[in-house]
C-alpha cells in the first residue's frame, strides 16, 4: 500500500487504534500527540519505515508548523489526514464552569483542527486525498453539561460539512464520524484522572472501542474514490435517546 495517512492524537484511544489498523495494513502513518515515548513506542512496533512520530502540543501552531515541515520525505505527501486529537473537560453546567477548562477545548477541538487542515490542504487537493473529522453526538444532541465540548464538535461537523461544499470538483473527500459513547482515556481526562467515575460510566454499557472506529476510519478511508461519506453517527447498541426537561414552579 503507498499511502500515507496523518493521525492526530494517537497516543490513546481511538488514535492509536486507528494508527494501528493503518500501520499494520502496510500504510505509511504519521503519528502526532504530546506524549513522546507512547509515540517512539508505536515507531518501535512498526519501524521507522513505516511510521513518523511527531509529539507537540497541537494547540501550539508554530510547533505544530514546524513538525510538518519536518516531516521526512518519505512520509511528507499525505493523502489521509485524521483530525482526531481532542478532549473534554469537566461535566460542570455552564453557570459553573471554568473558563481555562473551555479555552483548552476550544483550542484542542476547533482551532487547531483549522489551523492543521488549513496547512495540509494544498496537498491534500494535489494528491485527491481525504479528510476524516472526529466529532461527536454531543454536537448533536445537547446534554447537561455539555456545553463549550458540544460546542466544538458542533464546529467540527459544520466545518467538515463546509469544506466538502468548498473542495467540490477537487476530488477531495470530507467526512465527518460522530461516535457516541465510547470507552478510551477521555472520561479519565474530562474527570482529571478519576478512573472509578471512568469505570462506573462505561460499566455493563458495552461501549463502542477504539478497534470500532478505527474499523470505520479505515472503511471511509478505503471506499471507492466516487463515493463520500458526509456524516457518520455510530453509537454502542446500549446508547439511545432519552426526552426534554422540564422545570416547574
Ligand atoms: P483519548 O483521551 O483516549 O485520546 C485523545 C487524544 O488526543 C490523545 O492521543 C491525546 O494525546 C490527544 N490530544 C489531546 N489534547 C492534545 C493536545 N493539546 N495536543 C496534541 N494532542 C492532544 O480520547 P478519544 O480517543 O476518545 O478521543 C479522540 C477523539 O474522539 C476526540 O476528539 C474526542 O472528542 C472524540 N470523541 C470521543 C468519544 C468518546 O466517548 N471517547 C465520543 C465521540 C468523540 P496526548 O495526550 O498524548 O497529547
Ligand atoms: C463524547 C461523547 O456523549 O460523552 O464525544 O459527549 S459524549
Known amino acids: ?8 492524537g494517537a ?9 494501528e489498523r493503518f500501520a499494520s495494513a502496510g500504510w505509511r502513518v504519521v503519528v502526532t500527540g504530546r506524549r513522546a515515548d507512547r509515540l ?5 512496533r512498526h519501524g521507522a519505515d513505516r511510521v513518523h512520530a511527531a509529539a507537540f502540543d497541537i494547540r501550539d501552531t508554530d510547533a505544530m508548523l514546524a513538525a510538518i515541515d519536518a516531516i521526512p520525505p518519505a512520509f511528507a505527501d499525505i493523502d489521509v489526514l485524521v ?20 479555552r483548552q477545548m476550544i483550542d484542542t477541538n476547533a482551532t487547531a483542527l483549522v489551523a492543521l487542515t488549513h496547512r495540509l490542504l494544498p496537498g491534500l487537493i ?27 464538535k458542533a464546529f ?22 460522530e461516535p457516541g459513547l465510547a470507552e478510551t482515556e477521555f472520561t479519565l481526562v474530562r474527570t482529571s484522572g ?15 472501542t477504539g478497534e470500532d472506529i478505527a ?18 453517527e455510530v453509537m454502542p447498541v446500549s446508547q439511545s435517546f432519552a426526552g426534554f426537561q422540564i422545570h416547574r414552579d
Do not use: C
Not at 497516543?11 to 494508527?19: D, W
Open 40 to 44: 517512539r513506542q508505536f515507531v518501535d
Open 11 to 19: 497516543t490513546s484511544g481511538f488514535g492509536a487504534a486507528a494508527a
Open 215 to 232: 474499523e470505520t476510519i479505515w472503511w471511509v478511508a478505503n471506499l471507492p474514490p466516487h463515493l463520500n461519506i458526509n456524516r457518520l
Open 1 to 8: 500500500m503507498d499511502k500515507t495517512i496523518l493521525i492526530t
Open 126 to 152: 494535489e494528491r485527491k486525498g481525504a479528510i476524516v473529522n472526529i466529532s461527536s453526538i454531543a454536537g448533536s444532541y445537547p446534554y447537561t453539561g455539555g456545553n463549550v465540548y458540544g460546542a466544538t
Open 156 to 177: 467540527v461537523t459544520q466545518f467538515s460539512l463546509g469544506l466538502r461544499s468548498d473542495l467540490h470538483g477537487t476530488g477531495v473527500r470530507v467526512t465527518s464520524i
Open 194 to 208: 478519576d478512573q472509578g467515575a471512568s469505570d462506573k460510566l462505561y460499566e455493563g454499557a458495552h461501549p463502542i
Open 83 to 102: 483530525n482526531n486529537a481532542g478532549l473534554a473537560l469537566g461535566t460542570a453546567p455552564a453557570q459553573r464552569a471554568d473558563l481555562a477548562q473551555w
